[in-house]
């Protein structure tokens, strides 16, 4: 049963936050930060900013070893939340990793597979807006981000998770999104 002190409307729709965590996910520039900070907003839950922002903003480069340490370092920010938007998980880590490298991090993979997927929605941003230059962003090309779009669908895929593809502009990303949490977490 949900007590009243774990349920909140907007608009149309009632959320049950006993634990519930929303990931967004997605290629770079897909507007993942945007849809993060207005669902957190109309949703009252707090907003775990991409870390991977903060560490590389002062670094002229990286190498396999810092994305590993951005993961880590999420990971602990992670546990100490039970309800919250999450501005990427290790999903991003992991395909970032993988893409870049060739090659799987034990460190991201064991990130991964700890998940509790139960309570866990993923809501997968899709490539359909427009890029917008950023200094951390490695991928311009729309055909490059689709590639990357079809990882994440990929690595969902292969797990229990619950997840959706969020696309459109910005009032029909954000509908969708409230729609699914919903869904999920009613």
Same mark, same amino acid.
């Given at each position: 049963?949900?007590?009243?002190?774990?349920?909140?409307? *907007?608009?149309?729709?009632?959320?049950?936050?006993?634990?519930?965590?929303?990931?967004?996910?997605?290629?770079?520039?897909?507007?993942?930060?945007?849809?993060?900070?207005?669902?957190?907003?109309? $949703? =009252?839950?707090?907003?775990?900013?991409?870390?991977?922002?903060?560490?590389?903003?002062?670094?002229?480069?990286? =190498?396999?070893? /810092?994305?590993? #340490? %951005?993961?880590?370092?999420?990971?602990?920010? /992670?546990?100490?939340?039970?309800?919250?938007?999450?501005?990427?998980?290790?999903?991003?880590?992991?395909?970032?990793?993988? +893409?870049?490298?060739?090659?799987?991090?034990?460190?991201? /993979?064991?990130?991964?597979?700890?998940? /509790?997927?139960? #309570?866990? *929605?993923?809501?997968?941003?899709?490539?359909?807006?427009?890029?917008?230059?950023?200094?951390?962003?490695? +991928?311009?090309?729309? =055909?490059?981000? %689709?590639?990357?779009?079809?990882?994440?669908?990929?690595?969902?895929?292969?797990?229990?998770?619950?997840? +959706?593809?969020?696309?459109?502009?910005?009032?029909?990303? %954000?509908?969708?999104?409230? +729609?699914?949490?919903?869904?999920?977490? $009613?």
């Amino acid at each position: 049963m949900i007590s009243s002190s774990s349920r909140l409307r *907007v608009g149309a729709f009632y959320f049950n936050f006993d634990r519930m965590l929303i990931v967004i996910t997605g290629p770079e520039s897909s507007g993942k930060t945007t849809l993060g900070k207005v669902l957190a907003d109309r $949703l =009252n839950l707090p907003f775990r900013a991409e870390f991977a922002r903060e560490y590389l903003s002062s670094k002229s480069s990286y =190498n396999a070893s /810092d994305i590993e #340490n %951005i993961g880590q370092t999420q990971e602990l920010q /992670d546990k100490s939340l039970t309800s919250a938007i999450l501005d990427t998980d290790s999903s991003v880590l992991k395909i970032w990793y993988e +893409h870049r490298y060739k090659n799987n991090s034990p460190i991201l /993979d064991n990130y991964w597979g700890n998940y /509790d997927f139960a #309570n866990r *929605v993923y809501l997968l941003c899709y490539p359909d807006i427009p890029w917008e230059y950023d200094p951390l962003r490695e +991928h311009r090309e729309l =055909n490059q981000r %689709i590639t990357l779009f079809k990882k994440y669908e990929k690595l969902l895929s292969s797990v229990n998770a619950r997840w +959706h593809i969020i696309k459109g502009q910005r009032q029909q990303r %954000i509908q969708t999104a409230l +729609h699914y949490c919903e869904k999920y977490f $009613l």
